[in-house]
């Protein structure tokens, strides 16, 4: 996608990203995406069709077959130092033996914070998501939603340059869903914080965005890169009533099913 602002800065850049699987499925092909500093950026695409392999593979998890992932100007190896992710299933992301306090703190160690120093940034993370009552209990002790928050302030008080996020507010109810999508919109906002966020959900890719990459399937390539211009700040009810919000969701929603006209924008 061009820059559209003089000053943009491709914090992330992917370039003729492919991997394959050991068993020779090739899960994703030739992806390249370049994404902005501060950028928020919905990935959606029918399921298989390779989102988080896509995330694996920038997060560092898995090895790209081909291909490279640049970011803040240099080629990863490994887990990035300045990044984040926050997965759906919140069950497992956080010790079941530590405090929600210090769940959150851990990663701080990595930043070679003092001890105080990673309290304050804790509980400083926690107040932003809504959870400093909550910072002495034990996540299971709280609601799966709330459990998710503590994810979410765990990445957020680490302060990584890309945060990831895959299917992040799949397993909690609607309003929680969409709390966290108006946190996340929050954080982005204060922190200048670049995101990716993997979604199933198009008019939730839509309602973060400031684009929404389509992958199609077989093997995952970018099928659309669509930019989202909707006002801000966005709202969870004026924002979804906008007839600029109800066209992109059709548009998105006809490209992740394949059934677009063959004149729909993309990029
Ligand atoms: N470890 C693996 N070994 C072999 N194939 C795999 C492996 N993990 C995923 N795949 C295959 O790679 C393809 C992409 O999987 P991936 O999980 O990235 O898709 P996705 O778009 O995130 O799916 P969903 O939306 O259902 O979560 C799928 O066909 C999947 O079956």
Known sequence: MPPLTPGWFPLL???DLTHAYADGHVAIKDVNLSVADGELVS???PSGCGKSTLLRCIAGLIRPTQGHVILDGKPTEGIPDNLAVVFQDYS?????????????ALPLKRRGMSRAERREAAMEALEAVGLAAAAGKFPWQLSGGMQQRVSIARALAYRPSLLLMDEPFGSVDAQTREDLEDLTLRVRGSDGMTILLVTHDIDESVYVGDRVVVLGSSPGHIKADLRIDLPAPREQISTRQL???????????????????????TA
């Open 92 to 104: 497992r992301s956080l010790f079941p033996w530590l405090t929600v306090r210090d769940n959150v």
């Open 243 to 265: 007839p600029e919000f109800v066209r992109l969701r059709a548009e998105v929603g006809r490209l992740v099913r394949g059934t677009e006209q063959p004149t729909a924008a």
């Open 43 to 45: 990935i959606v695409g």
């Open 13 to 15: 850049e992917i370039k």
